[in-house]
């Protein structure tokens, strides 16, 4: 599998977004891509009026993103907001195989009430663990703030999970890059598995919000924790093979989740 780790800035319009979408999945296709993964938020930026940006899966911007899959012939996963109860939305990771067609659905499980925000105040959490399997990967989805919970890594790797897929739009901070590019090569050591996890990037159109944008420093890593690509601090498309075997090799090496203590911990 070939997976494209698409690193865009995200604008306050979904009409933009949808463009640099079908942008980045033309490059991704032409680059051999299987599988592109977009941000955290691809629909529309934080900051941004969220229930009314919401929309339900078969909406106009999801309709955008199915075709892009289609025209591309590239799987795709990224970030939208679903409408919810009272007034919140789901922060929600969508998936569309390379025919264009709705895989699954993963609605954000940890909702970032952390260093002075409050992500509930206008998202609703989610209720599922989800994997899915795309051009014959067993995939295990997680958004951002998920990262920060290793348990969720380690259910997604235990149901089958060969590559972890992480939308993000890790916000800049005091130590908080530091922590990012730490966390994501864990989740891949302690569990021997892929992790791709993708950001965004500030909006250079709007400079007011340029600290809503997130960091960046799109990764992918192995299962021995090597970072095989990261995209950095600008915006860009980077292709790279993964290799779904090495997950046994590496496993034979290091039987980590093999020597579990299951009868203790569950």
Same mark, same amino acid.
């Given at each position: 599998? =070939?997976?494209?780790?698409?690193?865009?800035?995200?604008?306050?319009?979904? $009409?933009? #977004?949808?463009?640099?979408?079908?942008?980045?999945?033309?490059?991704?296709? !032409?680059?051999?891509?299987?599988?592109?993964?977009?941000?955290? +938020? *691809?629909?529309?930026?934080?900051?941004?009026?969220? *229930?009314?940006?919401?929309?339900?899966?078969?909406?106009?911007?999801?309709?955008?993103? +199915?075709?892009?899959?289609?025209?591309?012939?590239?799987?795709?996963?990224?970030?939208?907001?679903?409408?919810?109860?009272?007034?919140?939305?789901?922060?929600? +990771?969508?998936?569309y195989d390379a025919t264009g067609e709705l895989v699954t659905h993963? =609605?954000?499980?940890?909702?970032?009430?952390?260093?002075?925000?409050?992500?509930?105040?206008?998202?609703?959490?989610?209720?599922?663990?989800?994997?899915?399997?795309?051009?014959?990967?067993?995939?295990?989805?997680? /958004?951002?703030?998920?990262? !920060?919970?290793?348990?969720? $890594?380690?259910?997604?790797?235990?149901?089958?999970?060969?590559?972890?897929? /992480?939308?993000?739009?890790?916000?800049?901070?005091?130590?908080?890059?530091?922590?990012?590019?730490?966390?994501?090569? +864990? !989740?891949? /050591?302690? #569990? *021997?598995?892929?992790?791709?996890a993708v950001g965004q990037v500030p909006d250079p159109a709007e400079?007011?919000?340029?600290?809503?944008?997130?960091?960046?420093?799109?990764?992918?890593?192995?299962?021995?924790?090597?970072?095989?690509?990261?995209?950095?601090?600008?915006?860009?498309? /980077?292709?790279?093979?993964?290799?779904?075997?090495?997950?046994?090799?590496?496993?034979?090496?290091?039987? $980590?989740?093999?020597?579990? =203590? $299951?009868?203790?911990?569950?």
């Amino acid at each position: 599998m =070939r997976v494209a780790l698409c690193q865009i800035p995200v604008s306050s319009q979904p $009409s933009v #977004n949808l463009e640099r979408v079908q942008v980045a999945m033309h490059h991704a296709a !032409r680059h051999g891509a299987d599988l592109a993964v977009f941000p955290e +938020a *691809t629909q529309v930026r934080f900051g941004s009026n969220l *229930t009314a940006a919401a929309e339900p899966l078969d909406g106009p911007f999801c309709s955008g993103l +199915a075709t892009a899959a289609k025209d591309a012939g590239v799987a795709l996963v990224a970030g939208v907001f679903e409408p919810a109860t009272n007034g919140r939305v789901f922060n929600t +990771a969508v998936v569309y195989d390379a025919t264009g067609e709705l895989v699954t659905h993963y =609605r954000k499980l940890h909702l970032f009430d952390a260093f002075g925000q409050r992500e509930s105040d206008e998202v609703a959490p989610g209720s599922s663990v989800v994997t899915c399997t795309l051009d014959g990967v067993r995939v295990g989805l997680q /958004i951002c703030y998920d990262l !920060r919970f290793p348990e969720l $890594s380690r259910s997604l790797a235990v149901s089958g999970a060969s590559l972890l897929l /992480i939308p993000a739009a890790w916000a800049a901070g005091l130590f908080k890059e530091e922590h990012w590019v730490t966390l994501v090569r +864990a !989740r891949a /050591i302690e #569990n *021997t598995v892929w992790v791709a996890a993708v950001g965004q990037v500030p909006d250079p159109a709007e400079t007011t919000h340029r600290h809503l944008g997130g960091v960046g420093r799109s990764m992918l890593v192995d299962p021995f924790g090597v970072v095989r690509n990261d995209v950095g601090s600008s915006p860009g498309v /980077i292709v790279t093979e993964v290799d779904p075997g090495l997950v046994d090799t590496v496993r034979k090496t290091v039987p $980590s989740l093999a020597n579990r =203590r $299951s009868d203790l911990f569950g």
